[in-house]
Structures are given as structure tokens and as C-alpha cells.
């Protein structure tokens, strides 16, 4: 058993049924069918992925803190990243910023794609780009176009998340890569101090030999009475020799440059196979703390003796769940009621109403909410309720349950310190 993701996948809908209220146009888009979509228009789970395609970090660097209280020397790339979403979100200066610049960056796709008359036009010129790599810009294009139906923009979205996954199976590669990189590079930084200490040595025997042509050359003029075949000879073998040295000291030099210019460029690849390692093994230490959760709750399941529960901490406390999937919430369900707490779900507004926040949450010692089965307005919305009414909320990786287990261990070990509930996170796992 499976839900549906917030963003209906391409596909799904028969050719006969009605499009979705909030994908239709209104009266006055369909006024406005021949001028480009602009960004505070679009759907708002189109926005992370266009935010984080078609602009750098840079870029959202130096707009975002003209609209926000963010520092564009501390903030993570991730908070940089979620505020331009939240931009996006609400439309205004922000979002018109945002609008200007992906316009002005990608000028030369929205001039090639204007001459799409029609929605297959349109598509046939995505898929070219998707062929081709040129992604962000056509992806920009696609969306924002006059032509872009509610299909092609979920094909194109469809197409850019699976890449997203491709870009995953990528860096294992890369980082079984980043040892032989980082071996080789330290072989070739050897190699050009040897180039380098030989080009020394043979600077040092040029010299030399300019002095000793010189001198030769000198003796040759003083002494008058020796043949001048003779003399003449001689300055052309030494001639000879000097130009050989030039020449091998050209070829060394050549080489010592190129191999300079591999070293730079493999220290580049190093560095970033290296952040690439720390992120991994980030997602690796998540995934231990997750199973050790998992392995302690299962010693304390099978124990006979009695020994005090994972969980007990839950007992007589109301836990409200907004996302997650149908089968983890059953087992989160079980495990929280087993505890002696009282567990609520809450869908995040697929078909639960997100009025139905301000009902639930008041209610609740603490709000937990999965940021992979969660979208950025409802948990914007989540946050502002639960700081109107004083609730803790604490986002977890997933919505399975060794991270809710990993959490409830995490709060509990800290409960003693404080002696209280500690204050829910304002960092968000996925958006910042």
C-alpha cells in the first residue's frame, strides 16, 4: 500500500477527467494564454526543484539577503536555498528578483523555445535539451512557457527527479574513485618536484656551458696562429650543444607546465570528492544512530524481565504525526498506543484539510513531521501554528520508524539534563 506523492505524477489521469482545481487555470490566465507563466504563478512544488536547478549558490547569495534577514557569509546553502523557495512561495520583490534573473540568465532558451506553436513542439525541444544536458535553461523555458500544459510540465519534472536519482548512483562511484584520485595526485605533485629539480640542474649546466663558449670562444681570438678551420669547428660544436640543451630544456619545461596544470585540476576533483565522502558518511552515522534505535527497542520488546520500555517516556503524551505513509504510521501508531501515549496523524493536506492544523495541534506535547513526505507549504504552516501555541516539533529523515525511534531515544536522553522536554529544532533535515 502506497500514497500518492503531493505532485500527481504524468500519467495518472484518464483523458476524460477534469483537471486538479489548484493545476487548472483561472478565468484570467485563460485571458492571458499567449504570455509566459511567471514564477509566483507556478505550483508551489515546482518551485524547490526549479530554485535548485536553474540558479548557483552564488547567484541565490547575492539576491537572497536583499530580501531576507539571512547572511550571505553564515547561512548554509541549504537555508540560502529554502528562503528562495519561501520567495518564490509568496510572490512580491522576491519573487519578481528571482523572475528577472532566471529571465535575464537564460535569455537565448526563451528566444529558441518562443518559436513552440503548439504542446508537442514543446515537448520535442525538452527532450532535445534533456539529450543534449542543457537542463536548467531548458527547464526554465519549458515551465514558464505559454504552450506548457499540466502534462508536459509533470514530464519535465518527472525527467529532472529521475536524473536527481542518477546524480545518487553517481557519487558511489565517485567516491571509490577519490582514494585512486588522491593516490595519483600525490604521485604527480612528486613527479614535477623531480621535473622541477632536474629543470634546476640542467638551468645550472646551460650556464655553464655559456660561460665555457664564451671563454673558448675568447681563446680562439687570441690565439691568431691556430688554423681557422679549426677554430671555426669548434664553435660550431659547441653551438650545436647549446641549441641541444635548449632544446630538451623547451621539451622539460612544456611538461613540467602540463603536469602542473593535471595536479591543479585533480586537487579540485579531490576536494570535492572529498565534501562529497563527508556526505556520505553523515547519511551513514543518521543511518547507524537509526539502527541502534531499532536494536534497542527490539531488546526491550523480547525482554522477560520486565526492564523499562523505549518508549515509556511516551506514556500519557498526545504525538501528532503530519506525513508519513500509510504502513509506517500503522507500526508508529502501535508502538506509541503500546507505550500508553496517544498518537494522531495527520496527512499534511493531501486529503486531511490543513485548517485541521489549528484543531490538532494545540492539543499535542509534541508534533513530529517526516521531511521526505512532507511539502514546503504545509510545513511552513506546521512551524507558525505550532509557535502560535507553544508545541515542540522536531523534524525526523524519514517516515520510517527507526527515525521516529532514533528520535524518541534522542529526546529522552536529553530530558534528564534539562529536565524538561527540550526545545524542538528549528532545522530543518530537508529544507533548511
Given at each position: 500500500m502506497h500514497t500518492a506523492p503531493p505532485f500527481r505524477l504524468a500519467g495518472t489521469r484518464s483523458s476524460n477527467a477534469p483537471p486538479d482545481v489548484c493545476c487548472a487555470p483561472t478565468a484570467s490566465q485563460l485571458r492571458s494564454l499567449r504570455r509566459r507563466a511567471r514564477l509566483s504563478e507556478l505550483d508551489s512544488h515546482l518551485h524547490c526543484s526549479i530554485i535548485g536547478t536553474c540558479l548557483s549558490t552564488n547567484e541565490l547569495r547575492k539576491l537572497v539577503p536583499k530580501f531576507t534577514s539571512l547572511d550571505r557569509h553564515e547561512a548554509t546553502d541549504l537555508e540560502i536555498h529554502h528562503a528562495a523557495v519561501e520567495l518564490a512561495i509568496e510572490g512580491g520583490d522576491g519573487a519578481k528578483a528571482l523572475q528577472k534573473a532566471l529571465d535575464v540568465r537564460y535569455a537565448g532558451a526563451l528566444r529558441k523555445f518562443e518559436s513552440s506553436k503548439d504542446a508537442?513542439?514543446?515537448?520535442?525541444?525538452?527532450?532535445?535539451a534533456l539529450k543534449s544536458g542543457d537542463i536548467p535553461s531548458a527547464y526554465w523555458a519549458v515551465m514558464t512557457h505559454p504552450q506548457a500544459t499540466l502534462s508536459i510540465r509533470q514530464a519535465a519534472f518527472g525527467d529532472l527527479h529521475m536524473l536527481s536519482h542518477l546524480v545518487g548512483a553517481a557519487n558511489r562511484a565517485d567516491i571509490r574513485r577519490l582514494v585512486a584520485l588522491e593516490e595519483e595526485n600525490a604521485a604527480l605533485k612528486d613527479k614535477v618536484e623531480r621535473q622541477q629539480r632536474r629543470l634546476h640542474e640542467m638551468s645550472i649546466e646551460r650556464d655553464a656551458a655559456q660561460r665555457q663558449s664564451t671563454e673558448l670562444s675568447l681563446k680562439a681570438a687570441r690565439q691568431a696562429s691556430a688554423p681557422a678551420d679549426e677554430l671555426e669547428a669548434e664553435v660550431i660544436v659547441l653551438r650545436e650543444a647549446l641549441r641541444a640543451r635548449d632544446e630538451r630544456l623547451a621539451i622539460h619545461t612544456?611538461?613540467?607546465?602540463?603536469?602542473?596544470?593535471?595536479?591543479?585540476?585533480?586537487?579540485?576533483?579531490?576536494?570535492?570528492?572529498?565534501?562529497?565522502?563527508?556526505?556520505?558518511?553523515?547519511?551513514?552515522?543518521?543511518?547507524?544512530?537509526?539502527?541502534?534505535?531499532?536494536?534497542?527497542?527490539?531488546?526491550?520488546?523480547?525482554?522477560?524481565?520486565?526492564?523499562?520500555?523505549?518508549?515509556?517516556?511516551?506514556?500519557?503524551?498526545?504525538?501528532?504525526?503530519v506525513g508519513g505513509r500509510p504502513g509506517s504510521n500503522a507500526a508508529l501508531r502501535q508502538l506509541v498506543e503500546s507505550a500508553g501515549g496517544d498518537f494522531v496523524v495527520h496527512d499534511?493536506?493531501?486529503?486531511?484539510?490543513?485548517?485541521?492544523?489549528?484543531?490538532?495541534?494545540?492539543?499535542?506535547?509534541?508534533?513530529?513531521?517526516?521531511?521526505?513526505?512532507?511539502?514546503?507549504?504545509?510545513?511552513?504552516?506546521?512551524?507558525?501554528?505550532?509557535?502560535?501555541?507553544?508545541?515542540?516539533?522536531?523534524?525526523?529523515?524519514?517516515?520510517?520508524?527507526?527515525?521516529?525511534?532514533?528520535?524518541?531515544l534522542r529526546l529522552e536522553a536529553a530530558s534528564p539534563v534539562s529536565g524538561r522536554t527540550p526545545p524542538a529544532s528549528r532545522f530543518c533535515l530537508r529544507h533548511g
Amino acid at each position: 500500500m502506497h500514497t500518492a506523492p503531493p505532485f500527481r505524477l504524468a500519467g495518472t489521469r484518464s483523458s476524460n477527467a477534469p483537471p486538479d482545481v489548484c493545476c487548472a487555470p483561472t478565468a484570467s490566465q485563460l485571458r492571458s494564454l499567449r504570455r509566459r507563466a511567471r514564477l509566483s504563478e507556478l505550483d508551489s512544488h515546482l518551485h524547490c526543484s526549479i530554485i535548485g536547478t536553474c540558479l548557483s549558490t552564488n547567484e541565490l547569495r547575492k539576491l537572497v539577503p536583499k530580501f531576507t534577514s539571512l547572511d550571505r557569509h553564515e547561512a548554509t546553502d541549504l537555508e540560502i536555498h529554502h528562503a528562495a523557495v519561501e520567495l518564490a512561495i509568496e510572490g512580491g520583490d522576491g519573487a519578481k528578483a528571482l523572475q528577472k534573473a532566471l529571465d535575464v540568465r537564460y535569455a537565448g532558451a526563451l528566444r529558441k523555445f518562443e518559436s513552440s506553436k503548439d504542446a508537442d513542439t514543446l515537448l520535442a525541444l525538452w527532450k532535445d535539451a534533456l539529450k543534449s544536458g542543457d537542463i536548467p535553461s531548458a527547464y526554465w523555458a519549458v515551465m514558464t512557457h505559454p504552450q506548457a500544459t499540466l502534462s508536459i510540465r509533470q514530464a519535465a519534472f518527472g525527467d529532472l527527479h529521475m536524473l536527481s536519482h542518477l546524480v545518487g548512483a553517481a557519487n558511489r562511484a565517485d567516491i571509490r574513485r577519490l582514494v585512486a584520485l588522491e593516490e595519483e595526485n600525490a604521485a604527480l605533485k612528486d613527479k614535477v618536484e623531480r621535473q622541477q629539480r632536474r629543470l634546476h640542474e640542467m638551468s645550472i649546466e646551460r650556464d655553464a656551458a655559456q660561460r665555457q663558449s664564451t671563454e673558448l670562444s675568447l681563446k680562439a681570438a687570441r690565439q691568431a696562429s691556430a688554423p681557422a678551420d679549426e677554430l671555426e669547428a669548434e664553435v660550431i660544436v659547441l653551438r650545436e650543444a647549446l641549441r641541444a640543451r635548449d632544446e630538451r630544456l623547451a621539451i622539460h619545461t612544456s611538461r613540467r607546465e602540463v603536469a602542473e596544470q593535471r595536479a591543479v585540476i585533480e586537487q579540485q576533483n579531490g576536494e570535492a570528492l572529498s565534501k562529497r565522502l563527508d556526505d556520505a558518511i553523515a547519511m551513514l552515522n543518521a543511518f547507524h544512530a537509526e539502527c541502534q534505535a531499532l536494536e534497542k527497542t527490539l531488546e526491550d520488546t523480547l525482554d522477560a524481565s520486565g526492564a523499562k520500555s523505549t518508549l515509556a517516556s511516551l506514556q500519557g503524551k498526545r504525538v501528532v504525526y503530519v506525513g508519513g505513509r500509510p504502513g509506517s504510521n500503522a507500526a508508529l501508531r502501535q508502538l506509541v498506543e503500546s507505550a500508553g501515549g496517544d498518537f494522531v496523524v495527520h496527512d499534511g493536506g493531501i486529503e486531511d484539510r490543513k485548517g485541521m492544523f489549528a484543531a490538532a495541534l494545540p492539543r499535542a506535547d509534541i508534533v513530529v513531521f517526516p521531511v521526505d513526505c512532507i511539502d514546503h507549504d504545509s510545513m511552513n504552516l506546521l512551524k507558525r501554528v505550532c509557535d502560535r501555541h507553544q508545541v515542540d516539533y522536531h523534524p525526523v529523515r524519514t517516515a520510517s520508524v527507526a527515525s521516529f525511534i532514533e528520535l524518541m531515544l534522542r529526546l529522552e536522553a536529553a530530558s534528564p539534563v534539562s529536565g524538561r522536554t527540550p526545545p524542538a529544532s528549528r532545522f530543518c533535515l530537508r529544507h533548511g
